[in-house]
């Protein structure tokens, strides 16, 4: 176990069934400044935390052990994960969640993920967003946030650039396919106006307008690549 007097916030406790983080779980702070966010997750009274909070100038500020169960998710779910605190590594980036995430930020955040990811063995798939695993409440880390750098650089997924046009038709054409195959890759149990909107706001976050063809092809492929509930729970 870690020095626990060299992690500042208070607001930890294990994680329950003996479970190991196989998720990170990336949000935006939407504070004023880094100092104000620090103190907020470091406050007892607040009961929040996350494991890292990365400031603008991208300084990786270590809030609680790895090892233990940060509150930063809240309710929600990623495929049958329900307990999304107790199996994931929670990050902050100090973002208002109105203007772009620094370079100096962006960079912290890569070299932070690659070790996370290969000392716990997590699978890029499994770095979501806020969002992702709570689209009813939250929106973090927002339309601004770079997805697809992450993928670029094995850090995360995207879905592929090209689908054939007759299939993406196909896919638009049946109504239940955009939803089941959303499930399939982690979304839950959602209305179609809320998966759609999950969606977008990670893969084709300035998209309006009812579900189309493009939407269809592409939540098909990360289905079919990534699903969700293809391997164990790690414990």
Not at 90 to 117: S, V
Not at 160 to 172: I, R, S
Request: glycine share 6%; with cysteine.
């Amino acid at each position: 176990m870690a020095d626990l007097s060299a992690y500042p916030s208070p607001n930890r406790g294990p994680r329950r069934l003996g479970a190991l983080p196989d998720l990170v779980v990336i949000h935006y702070t939407a504070m004023a400044s880094c100092a104000e966010a620090e103190a907020r997750l470091c406050d007892a009274q607040a009961e929040v935390s996350a494991h890292y909070l990365i400031s603008e100038r991208g300084d990786i500020l270590p809030l609680v052990p790895e090892e233990l169960r940060a509150w930063h998710a809240g309710a929600g779910s990623w495929g049958a994960c329900s307990d999304v605190n107790s199996r994931s590594i929670g990050i902050e980036l100090a973002n208002r969640g109105t203007e772009p995430f620094a370079e100096a930020q962006m960079a912290a955040l890569e070299r932070l993920l690659a070790d996370i990811l290969h000392r716990w063995q997590i699978p890029p798939e499994r770095v979501i967003g806020h969002s992702d695993m709570a689209p009813a409440r939250k929106s973090d880390p927002g339309p601004r946030f770079d997805w697809r750098r992450l993928a670029l650089a094995g850090l995360a997924v995207w879905p592929a650039d090209e689908v054939a046009a007759d299939t993406a038709q196909g896919l638009a054409a049946d109504a239940r396919a955009f939803t089941e195959d959303a499930r399939a890759f982690g979304y839950g149990d959602l209305t179609p106006d809320l998966v759609l909107a999950a969606f977008r706001q990670r893969f084709r976050p300035w998209a309006t307008g009812p579900q189309d063809a493009q939407d269809a092809a592409l939540i098909a492929d990360l289905a079919a690549r990534f699903p969700v509930d293809a391997r164990p729970a790690r414990s």
